[in-house]
């Protein structure tokens, strides 16, 4: 009789799946999650529909974990944004000033923990676009979230392809890996006449993995050879003697490090006092103005690394010098992406006059303004048309814009 | 050849470090059957105290090694302190509990310590760069380079391994802390402070994770919050592969983690991470209690 | 009808649980219940399911396992390529999805059995920390093989993207109880009075004809098999996986649910996986202290409560028949709150 009664259960929670699920699985596709907590958004799309007096931008970053560090620039890139907002009054949408919250989410780094955030900040907090995750691998997850509910999104320094494949509803203010790696070499071999040149990179990072394999293709398509290109594995490795002990022994003429910043002070160091002397190359997350200090000022003199933003660049000098006086550091790469972004979402809700998902999604795409690495506009793939920099640091520990190199 | 020798010797420098941090680990489980997780705590703190103490006192300028030493020993004394009171509050309440309730009691003590390092507004996530204690520089043997500040690490290693071999085996603290470390009960029977014993473990691993931290940040000078949580990782499967509750074998295990994990990195970089998991269990199943662990028996 | 009634009523938790399921169902389409709070809830019902797993071998047999994330790793990508990389599921009909998605979750959780098999036979011939450490290396290789295997085939480093999100809350639920129900008997079988002799004394255990090694081998193949769905679960809950999700501090996060909310019970783990797992969640107005304070609440718990937030109780509805196992009826609160009220009274009689 027991096993009947449970039999008979499981039929009717099996039924209870026909009627209901169907509902549920649903919702994960069709973007319409009953209950994303927009006022004013009930379908219509016209523009003109009347903005609420205060609205809410979600923010997400790693304020916590191995790189908590990009989320103190993302939290102070944001206190910009608020101060030039208090000083407007609010944001200017048609003829009224509206008030804009920004609402912190923290992904830890942990792919999970993003689409936890998102979830919160779609449903629970009720925000009309988000600004970030700040990491590949958290936007992979979260944008999935954003996507379906219709909510646009915009990574900071995303830089993975994939991100902004997910969906129409993905954006990113940063350029992308492979043409990152891209520039890189063809800097190396035009500026530094570089035929052999040696990478070490992290495999368990996909950051690193992406721009290894995009700088490993394009300098080999532009004639020259991969003499050494050695792995490492996770962050808890602090000591790369034997993967140097190969490259030095290979000789190359340049040396690329596709690394998170902090692994990047002590594998310069480690090389340097190994006696690796050739040029050094480097990629975005060495934008930071501590970090010539942090490995040593003369050994990393002369030092070579493409950002998407400079502190050099002319167009960026309102922004640096607003941010130096609220901040009290200098900006770096993942501030200014943050900034930008989040200047273009709010551009996009100006532009829109209306918080509605797809509306604001339309002008997003739609963008075309001056920021402070210059004019900005998206590709078709929701992805910058932008000039990447290329940076140096010189024997004082400052870093100098070299030059950009436009997207071909 | 010339190129193997060179990788032993960076093996060696690196498991130099594992094994400081290996006996702290080896210590306190030697006593209280514990593995503390938040060992790398203590190295992560004892880093900062001495970044701190040397900034506020000195400012930039170069200090000597007398007064570097001095520096040193107080911050680790200070760790110390802080690890008998962890001890106290988080610990001791779980003695008569598994052991492993203290090591998820440990778990909770290092999310707690690392996340409030971050959040305080004076320290906060952004790396920093160790003073220099040491003044390093490159001696050449032969074909082989030797970096100083390891050559420093690997002396200090062995001398405080030898000066804890005799404190364990020729002092009255040392033959209280084996008998507690035998049978705690017993030794309270037979008149033992064991709560003093304790605390004078947590003292010397605290103080041990300080130092070593020290010597770490001198050869790897970046320091943060979040620095040693795997690091902790890799010291306290060499104090296993040596034999834990065993100095001796902490430190024997120390350089076999540190000489094969670089030894293998040269040879596969790619797969090397895995790989050296796979010698620690392979070393496991060879030889179940370490490599200088005692067999024990169990009584029914 | 009598006869029914009675059946109900001796099984009142089949109908609460399908009343649950329905109600949070119908209040998630009204929109009373949105989809973070889903996303937590099918997360912790993940997360139950690594708690019961994990307790098969810390709290059943007594051995300490170390490398749980990384069973949950096996489970979760080898369903996830079933359904990505090798059948294309997200072409397929709704029907046909449902029945990819389900057999890809059980050749997903047997391969993981077999893993624990293969794993375990050679670790178990240590024992206490050593053995935890060699589940963490096995962990760790295992992660380390994720990394390396091409990327068409399993993503790399980067991870494997475009899973279909099959799992919704029916099926996690329906998992997690089947898991539940799999441990409750597991616990009341032959094979877990076994392991609990094992547990207590592992000696005497053996002297009494029971052969160790094999239920030792069958606990770490049944803990790898409901991991391994609560990998697919996951895989195919968040359509992302990467090899540094399941990394160690994974595991010990496991172990800390477990532990906090009572080793060696079933309902313990479930109330210490799902408080912990929405004790983060509840915490997120906090931002930056948001882990000080996890950390310290943490400690609290296990310093004031070392039997566990459940205090090695079982809820009635599990019906153990092992003995020495203290119920939670509906009536303990009650009972408990009486029991302070008495224990003022006794001291107000004593100081008159």
Known sequence: MKKILSLLLALVMAFALVACGNNTSNTGNTGNTGNTGNTGDTGDTTGTSEVPDSIKIGVMGTMTGEQALDGENIQAAIALVQQELEEAGGLQVGDKLVQVEFVFGDTEAKPEQAVNVMQRLINQEGVVAVVGPNNSSDCLAAFEISQAAGIPAITNCGTNVQVTQIGDYCFRSCFIDSFQGQVMAQYAVEEFGAQTAAVLYNNGDAYSTGLQEAFVAAFEELGGTIVANEAFAGTDVKDYSAQLTTIMNSDPDVFFLPNQNNMVPMIVQQARTMGIDCQLLGCDSWDYDFLPELIGVDLCAGTVYTSGYSNGIETAQDFYNAFVELNDFEPGFPSAMTYEATWIVLNAIQTAQSVDGAAIRDAMAATDMDLPTGHFTFDEDRNPIKACAIVEYDENGQRVYVTSVEPS | ?300 | MGKVLKVVKNNLEFPIFLLFFLLVTLLHNAGIVNSYIMQVLMLACIYIMMAESLNILNGMTGLSSLGQAGFMSVGAYMSAMITTTFLNVSAMNGVAQVVAFLGATIVGAIVTAICGVLIGIPALRLRGDYLAIVTLGFCEVIRAIWRVIPSDIAGAAFGLTGIPNLANFFWIFLFMLLSVYLCRNYMDSSFGRACLAIRDNEIAADTMGINCFKYKVIAFATSAFIAGLAGSMYAHLMSYIQPDVFSYSKSTDFLVYLYAGGVGSISGAMVGAFALTVLPEVLRDLENWRLVIYGALLLIIIIFRPTGLFGGREFAFLKMKTGGVKVFHAKTPILWVKSLFNKKEKKEAAAK
């Open chain 2, 1 to 300: 050849m010339e190129n193997f020798l060179q990788l032993l010797v960076y093996g060696l420098q690196l498991g130099s470090v594992y094994a400081l941090l290996a006996i702290g680990y080896t210590m306190v489980f030697g006593i209280i059957k514990m593995i503390n997780m938040a060992h790398c705590d203590f190295l992560m703190m004892g880093c900062y105290i001495v970044f701190f103490m040397v900034s506020i006192f000195f400012g930039d300028q170069m200090i000597g090694p007398a007064v570097a030493l001095l520096v040193v020993l107080v911050g680790s004394s200070i760790i110390g302190g802080v690890g008998v009171g962890i001890e106290r509050i988080a610990y001791k309440p779980l003695r008569n509990r598994p052991t492993i309730m203290c090591m998820i009691s440990a778990i909770g003590v290092s999310t707690f310590t690392q996340n409030l390092f971050r959040a305080l507004p004076f320290i906060g996530p952004t790396p920093r760069s160790f003073p220099k204690l040491i003044q390093d520089f490159t001696i050449t043997v032969g074909p082989v380079q030797i970096s100083f500040a390891r050559i420093v690490t690997v002396a200090i290693a062995i001398v405080i391994m030898l000066i804890l071999w005799f404190v364990v085996q020729r002092t009255k603290i040392g033959m209280h802390m084996r008998a507690v470390s035998n049978d705690k009960d017993a030794s309270s029977l037979m008149g033992v402070n064991i709560n003093r014993v304790i605390s004078i473990t947590f003292f010397i691993g605290a103080f041990l994770a300080a130092v070593s931290g020290c010597l770490y940040a001198t050869s790897y000078t970046v320091i943060q919050p979040t620095m040693a949580t795997t690091l902790g990782n890799k010291a306290f499967i060499a104090a296993v592969v040596g034999g834990i509750g065993d100095i001796r074998g902490a430190v024997l295990g120390g350089f076999v983690i540190g000489v094969v994990e670089i030894l293998v990195t040269s040879v596969w970089s790619d797969l090397a991470y895995g790989f050296l998991f796979l010698v620690l269990v392979i070393i496991l199943l060879l030889k179940p209690e370490g490599l200088l662990g005692k067999p024990m028996t169990e009584k029914v």
